[in-house]
């Protein structure tokens, strides 16, 4: 019989993760024929899956063997026709442009030529909130929305009962408690609160333009990484081909980000910050840069501090963790959500393959082989830095 077989899986937050936890889990089961099902809930803050239209970023995800973070992989590998739907939807251009203050003549282009087969496709840009609402839409358990996660407690011994609680002072018990709640996880942070998130000393500045009636013809190319005068970096790319983001990035200390996001929350403040701040930060910078500010939404803006962390090991019965909530990733990296996909699909095959005798022995193997990977991914993008 299935270790799953009856069990009860809480997953806290339901964001790119937590979802494809769900959507391969109710595969994986399914396709092993257990029963009975497992229960498997999502709780996410989020009041709704729309709750974050029109706001947010696009990002790469990579077919890569080698590196372990192939987040397109494990989509390809669900085989729900995620792949296919999503590259129907996937921005344009296939080059990253590295520039410095000319975007005409960048010093560098990285282009993948497109092959024959369609499913050879090794990286694709997508918005975020597109990803999620494909992979929402293929989970059938319980999502439980606008429930805000605030405190667990480990089950006393292997096989125990976990606690999960809520902000309305609700609670729920289950056999395993998954802990998917991103980079400034609550959960982690009542269970582990020695295990926090590192600065990278960056503060990254994001804003997004209105729907544009056209692309400017840079951005249907790809992406742009520009270097200024004053040691502000600038990123720029298209969002669900008919909007564009850029983001501004520089040297700044920790509290940098939360003061922004202070301003941003006035609607007349953020205005009078993207006038004149931002024009200030992006002084150097040619079109389109200009016109994506004058056509940028105030209220879109969003800051970012960079933050990173090492997985950390984890002895709490019945308690397992994924994604950014375990191992954040700075955005630089482009890593964070290829890496959340492949822990969510690892994880669900640990828990299905008939090797395990219990729940905690695949969660204590999914996270021997894990830990090692994202190790190996922040190595990969942040020992040149920190030096
Ligand atoms: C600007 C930017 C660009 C990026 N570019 C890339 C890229 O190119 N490639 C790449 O791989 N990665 C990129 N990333 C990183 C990537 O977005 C994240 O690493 C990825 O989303 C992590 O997935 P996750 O499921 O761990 O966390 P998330 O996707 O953040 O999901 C966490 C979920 O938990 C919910 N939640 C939080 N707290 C609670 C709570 N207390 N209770 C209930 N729910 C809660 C949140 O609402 C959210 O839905 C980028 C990030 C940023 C900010």
């Known amino acids: 019989m299935s270790i799953l077989a009856g069990k009860h899986i809480c997953i806290a937050g339901a964001g790119i993760g937590g979802t494809c936890l769900a959507v391969a889990l109710e595969k994986a089961c399914k396709d092993s024929s257990i029963s009975p099902l497992p229960k498997i809930e999502l709780f996410e803050r989020d009041a709704s899956s729309s709750a974050r239209q029109g706001v947010g970023y696009s990002f790469n995800l990579r077919d890569h063997q080698d590196t372990g973070s192939g987040g397109l992989k494990v989509l390809k590998d669900l085989e729900l026709g995620i792949f296919e739907e999503l590259a129907q939807c996937q921005e344009p251009g296939n080059t990253m442009h590295l520039c410095l203050q000319n975007f005409k003549q960048p010093l560098i282009q990285v282009a993948r030529a497109p092959g024959e087969d369609p499913r050879a496709q090794e990286l694709m840009r997508i918005s975020r909130s597109q990803l999620r609402q494909t992979l929402l839409y293929r989970v059938t358990s319980g999502i439980h929305w606008g429930k805000v996660c605030t405190s667990a407690v480990p089950a006393a011994k292997p096989g125990g009962h976990v606690q999960l609680g809520f902000s309305d002072g609700s609670a729920v018990n289950c ?27 960056i503060c990254m500045l994001m804003g ?48 940098t980000s939360a003061e922004l996001n202070a301003i941003f929350q006035d609607p007349s403040a953020a205005q009078e910050y993207l006038t004149h701040e931002v024009q200030e930060l992006a002084k ?67 828990l299905v393959t008939g090797r395990h005798t219990c729940i905690q022995e695949a969660i204590d193997a999914y996270a021997t082989h894990a830990a090692p990977r994202a190790r190996g991914e922040q190595d990969l993008w942040w020992s040149a830095w920190r030096k």
Do not use: I
């Open 175 to 201: 056999d395993l408690l998954v802990v998917a709640d991103g980079t400034r996880s609550k959960l982690r942070a009542c269970l582990l609160p020695r295990e926090t998130n590192s600065y990278a000393g």
């Open 208 to 255: 997004r333009t209105e729907q544009l009636k056209e692309l400017p013809p840079e951005l249907l190319k790809g992406q742009y990484l520009a270097m200024g005068q004053r040691g502000v970096a600038l990123f720029m790319c298209s969002v669900e081909k008919t909007t564009a983001m850029w983001s501004l990035s520089w040297k700044a200390p920790e509290s």
């Open 284 to 350: 150097g910078f040619p079109e389109p840069l200009p016109s994506l500010l004058h056509a940028t939404k105030a209220t879109s803006m969003v800051s970012y501090p960079c933050m990173d962390k090492l997985p950390h090991p984890n002895h709490d019965n019945g308690v397992v963790y994924l994604g950014d909530a375990w191992h954040p990733m700075s955005p630089f990296s482009g890593s964070g959500a290829n890496m959340a996909l492949v822990d969510a699909w690892e994880l669900a095959q640990q």
